[in-house]
């Protein structure tokens, strides 16, 4: 017997706004976490404008922004010999914010709940149940607890228990390319900027999050992993000399919590088959470089809502794959941390000290703009003219 029209498998920014939409149409779905909320876990904590929009199509934004968390009206990249600094939204969405994950994954689990989904928090699943025709039926929880379901979602990221039952496919993969530390600070304010810093074999970036508090990520080729594994703090130091204005800024911060380390896996797995889909990392990860994870899990949230309702989950791998992969492509490219190619350091000369062109390469590292259509070759030509 299915209880459920949907099982959501974590709760998240990725499970959480599905369960919502699921419910909102009149689903019955279930959404399960091994974890109480609110609760921590590790991210790069951008919500792009995108991702903003989603917030306030979903009606959560207001909440978010009661939380206290500064909005970033600015984006800036330091290529060492020139700044390029623009904004990354648009008139409808001109922010980002940078929320921690123990405000903004509580407000989008609440939200679910309000919606008329069923939660069970501290809930960790033991088995995915599979028929004889390989048809995924339901869970099983650690507690004995089982629940059937016309289909069972993985929004429990990279190492998602659903993916595995089922051995998702992957393709583009590609391994971890970047080891990223990040901590928090304060006495650092950014009045409403997020900075980053690229520097060969180094990359940094900070932003204003919760509490008066400002986050500060940085990272290195994973190749040097074990290298500077045990003095993250005299690695950080070095690689901030190499922008004294930044450097000098920093030395009055205070740390205020201890430096979280990460590196990820680069790949997308087919994210459906028979009674089971993926949504957010679990279908989907991409390095931390570009802090995309965020906005990418809203967005494939929504896409994958609708395709449940169109019964089209073809459909949705399609249009997954349409939006994501360019972003894909260029965050690898990133994540090499290799100096900028010929192309790369003309077209940042020229648009240096022009708003509308600095403003149109922010909105491409914002999301705003797709990569496909910001190096369209018309626009290259608008650029460079």
Not at 242 to 256: H, I, V
Not at 280 to 305: P, V, W
Not at 323 to 339: D, E, N, V
Request: charge should be negative; charged fraction near 20%.
């Amino acid at each position: 017997m299915t209880t459920y029209d949907v099982i959501v498998v974590g709760a998240r920014v990725a499970g959480s706004p599905l369960a919502a939409l699921l419910a909102k149409r009149g689903y019955r779905t279930l959404l399960v976490d091994r974890d109480t909320f609110p609760s921590d876990t590790v991210s790069t904590h951008v919500l792009h404008p995108p991702g903003v929009a989603a917030l306030r199509r979903w009606g959560v934004l207001d909440q978010v922004v009661a939380t206290g968390v500064p909005p970033i009206s600015r984006y800036t990249t330091d290529f060492g010999p020139v700044t390029v600094g623009g904004a990354p939204g648009t008139p409808d969405n001109p922010f980002a914010y940078a929320p921690r994950r123990t405000v903004l994954d509580k407000i989008l689990l609440d939200a679910a709940a309000a919606a008329g989904a069923e939660i069970r928090e501290g809930y960790s699943v033991e088995e995915v149940l599979v028929d004889d025709d390989g048809r995924v039926t339901g869970i099983r929880g650690l507690d004995g607890t089982v629940e059937h379901a016309r289909i069972v979602v993985g929004a429990d990221g990279r190492n998602s228990v659903v993916a595995k039952a089922v051995n998702a496919p992957a393709y583009e993969d590609r391994p971890p390319l970047t080891v990223g530390y990040y901590a928090y600070f304060s006495n650092l304010p950014m009045d409403g900027t997020f900075e980053a810093y690229s520097r060969p074999g180094r990359g940094w970036a900070v932003c204003p999050t919760n509490d008066d508090l400002t986050m500060v990520i940085g990272g290195w080729p994973h190749s040097e992993l074990a290298e500077h594994r045990n003095d993250i703090d005299g690695t950080f130091a070095a690689m901030f000399e190499t922008a004294p204005a930044w450097a000098e800024r920093f030395r009055d911060a205070k740390q205020e919590t201890r430096w979280v380390g990460a590196s990820v896996h680069n790949y997308f797995r087919v994210p459906y088959g028979p009674g089971w889909a993926l949504v957010g990392d679990a279908g989907y990860s991409r390095d931390y470089i570009t802090a995309q994870g965020i906005t990418d899990a809203f967005l494939d949230a929504e896409l994958l809502a609708e395709a449940i309702a169109d019964d089209d989950l073809p459909g949705y791998q399609a249009r997954r794959d349409a939006r994501a992969m360019p972003f894909y492509q260029m965050t690898l490219g990133i994540a090499s941390l290799q100096p900028p190619d010929e192309q790369m350091v003309q077209l940042v000369m020229a648009i240096a000290g022009n708003q509308e062109k600095m403003d149109a390469f922010t909105r491409l590292n914002s999301g705003v703009t797709s990569p496909v259509e910001f190096f369209a070759p018309e626009n290259m030509g608008r650029l460079f003219a």
